[in-house]
C-alpha cells in the first residue's frame, strides 16, 4: 500500500513537499512515479525516480521547480514543489514499478498506486 502526504494550499510562488510512504512493502527495487489530475482530466505525468535513485525525470512543466528524493530508510521517496503555480492545482498520486533501472512516465507501467493527495495553488 502506497501513502501520500503532504498537500495542501499554497499560494503561487510558494512550496509543498509531498511525500509516499510503503506500508507493508519495500521501495527497494521500485521505480516511484508521481501524477497528478485535475476533475474531469486525465492523469498526467509529473515526475520519477528510479530505485536506485540514479535516474529521475521531470515533466516539462516541472522541470527546475520540482525535485525528487528517496530515503531508503525510512522507505519514502519526496517530492519537493517550489514556486507553485495555479496550473500545478490537482490531485497528485504516487506509483511504485518494477522498471529496472529506469523510471517510467506512462501510467500503464506502475502497478500499485496510492489514494492521492490534494494540492491547490492559488493565485
Known amino acids: 500500500q502506497l501513502i501520500e502526504s503532504g498537500g495542501g494550499s499554497v499560494q503561487a510562488g510558494g512550496s509543498l513537499r509531498l511525500s509516499c510512504a510503503a506500508s507493508g512493502r519495500t521501495f527497494a527495487s521500485y521505480a516511484v512515479g508521481w501524477f497528478r489530475q485535475v476533475p474531469g482530466g486525465e492523469r498526467e505525468f509529473v515526475a520519477a525516480?528510479?530505485?536506485?535513485?540514479?535516474?529521475?525525470g521531470f515533466a516539462d512543466s516541472v522541470r527546475g521547480r520540482f525535485s525528487l528524493s528517496r530515503d531508503s530508510a525510512k522507505n519514502t521517496v519526496d517530492l519537493q514543489m517550489n514556486s507553485l503555480k495555479p496550473e500545478d492545482t490537482g490531485v497528485y498520486y504516487c506509483?511504485?514499478?518494477?522498471?529496472?533501472?529506469?523510471?517510467?512516465?506512462?501510467?500503464?507501467?506502475?502497478?500499485?498506486w496510492g489514494q492521492g493527495t490534494q494540492v491547490t495553488v492559488s493565485s
Open positions: 506509483a511504485a514499478g518494477r522498471l529496472g533501472l529506469q523510471i517510467g512516465v506512462f501510467l500503464n507501467e506502475y502497478d500499485s
Open positions: 525516480i528510479s530505485w536506485s535513485g540514479g535516474a529521475t
